[in-house]
């Protein structure tokens, strides 16, 4: 089946600095990706839609300065988390549809994040 | 602006007992899928529903999509160990986009 891949699955990194996140489709081509965020014992919150070749579409209430999002290929998306603060910390999970007519999530591994 | 509810949000169950949680949206959907997450990990697909008053079984567990196609839910039939988790639906608001809202999940314990 349909495997996506999520790098790195954590990652510390100090107060200031910038994180980046890849979300690969291992065996298929995704011209959609999904990105969420989850804060411990709750739900998954969309942040925005990647769209390959275009720039993403933002949830209402996310920073797009600060989560910037590429998706330069079918294969791959990337999330940036710019000038990371404590509160940046959380759970990033990527998620991939393929093709017309495809309507299943297949979901990464998830990135978590820790801001020192 | 969309919301999809889950009830219980926990829910603690001897093994063998029956388990049911129910997802709330605040409009009609044009499908919804269920998740399940084990902790620690990520959620993974467990069904789609599309049509309403729809129903559909996978060994233990039954999903439901309501007449209104504005709620869901999922009945698992005497629980095992290895259906701890949290399980969430996830609604599709229309068929001009793909994007799903999760619902709020609810967490299952299962006692052994």
Redesign the interface.
């Known amino acids: 089946g349909a495997v996506v891949s999520q790098h790195p699955s954590w990652v510390i990194c100090k107060s200031g600095t910038s994180v980046k996140i890849e979300c690969r489709s291992l065996d298929f081509q995704a011209t ?1 990706m ?1 990105w ?1 965020r989850q804060f411990p ?6 942040m925005a ?1 990647s769209n390959e070749g275009s720039k993403a579409t933002y949830e ?1 209430g996310v920073e797009k300065d600060k989560f910037l999002i590429n998706h330069a290929s079918l294969t791959l998306s990337t999330l940036t988390v710019t000038s990371a603060h404590p509160e940046d910390s959380s759970f990033y ?1 990527c ?1 991939a ?1 393929t093709g017309a007519g495809a ?8 990135s978590r994040l820790t801001v020192l | 602006g969309q919301q999809v509810m889950q009830i219980p949000q926990y829910q603690h169950v001897q093994e063998g007992e029956d388990f049911t949680t129910y997802c709330n949206s605040s409009t009609t959907l044009s499908n919804i899928q269920w998740y399940k997450q084990r902790p620690g990990g990520h959620p993974v697909f467990l069904i789609q529903l599309v049509k309403s008053g729809e129903v559909k079984k996978q060994k233990r567990l039954t999903f439901q999509f309501g007449e209104a196609k504005k709620n869901s839910s999922l009945h698992i039939t005497a629980t095992q160990t290895t259906d701890v988790g949290t399980y969430f639906c996830a609604g599709r608001l229309g068929s001009g986009t793909y994007k799903y809202i999760f619902g709020t999940g609810t967490r299952l314990k299962v006692l052994a």
């Open positions: 959609t999904f969420y014992k709750q739900s998954l919150m969309l839609t209402q999970i998620s549809r309507n299943v999530l297949t979901f990464g591994a998830g």
